[in-house]
């Protein structure tokens, strides 16, 4: 079964300061990797995914990730934190699709703090 | 373009009552999802739709029923709440299945 795990429940960081958040993952076969993030009272929003080919992939407001087997991570990172970017963050993964619904599993989620 | 939409928005029921939650998108999507979320859990799927009249039980499904009649709608059902049912409930749709997942914008429920 697959599985995500987010190390860190809670960071903080300055404003314009660099982030990187955390996540490993467990799966059998080449994984579909996202990242979600979530702002206060409000629904889940993609930021990226990595299906296959660059192992770096960009995403919407600044953000990248990168994804790498041998440590079966795909961390997301920033060079400059806005305050907007306080939010829960949420890795997930998946398998490949083939016709047949496979459920995203989920981490417990990375609350970002952003200090001004 | 209002995207998955999820009525009530919030919601207090007592032990034993019944409710149902509705969840409407408007993309055509295929799939659609009941997650529930927690503190420190994430999110975990309750069931889940491959498609009009579909539904299938996902990680965390006991004391939940869904219905898809209509490709556009999914409705999640409490039959007799518990106070263990509080939480925050999403409804997800995507084209297909791992792909980028739409989420609407929650249902805080409560039950005391």
């Known amino acids: 079964a697959q599985s995500v795990t987010q190390p860190d429940i809670h960071i903080t960081v300055s404003e314009g300061a660099s982030l990187e958040l955390r996540c490993n993952y467990s799966y059998g076969a080449t994984p579909y990797l996202f990242w979600y993030v979530q702002s206060p009272g409000q629904g889940l929003q993609l930021l990226l995914k990595?299906?296959?080919?660059?192992?770096l992939v960009q995403g919407i407001k600044g953000f990248e990730a990168e994804f790498k087997r041998s440590q079966s991570s795909f961390n997301l990172r920033k060079p400059s934190v806005h305050w907007s970017d306080a939010a829960e963050y949420f890795c997930?993964?998946?398998?490949?699709?083939?016709?047949?619904?496979?459920?995203?599993?989920f981490g417990s989620g990375t609350q970002l703090t952003v200090l001004p | 373009n209002a995207g998955v939409t999820q009525t009530p928005k919030f919601r207090v029921l007592k032990t034993g009552q019944s409710m149902t939650l509705l969840c409407a998108q408007d993309m055509n999507h295929e799939y659609m999802y009941w997650y529930r979320q927690d503190p420190g859990m994430g999110l975990r799927l309750i069931h889940y739709s491959v498609g009009e009249g579909t539904t299938a039980k996902g990680e965390v499904p006991d004391g939940y029923n869904v219905s898809r009649l209509k490709k556009q709608n999914f409705l999640l059902g409490l039959e007799s709440a518990a106070p263990s049912q509080t939480s925050v409930y999403f409804c997800a749709s995507s084209y297909i299945d791992n792909t980028e997942a739409f989420f609407g914008q929650g249902t805080r429920l409560t039950v005391v």
């Open positions: 990595y299906f296959s080919g660059d192992t």
């Open positions: 997930a993964v998946g398998a490949e699709p083939s016709g047949s619904a496979r459920q995203l599993t």
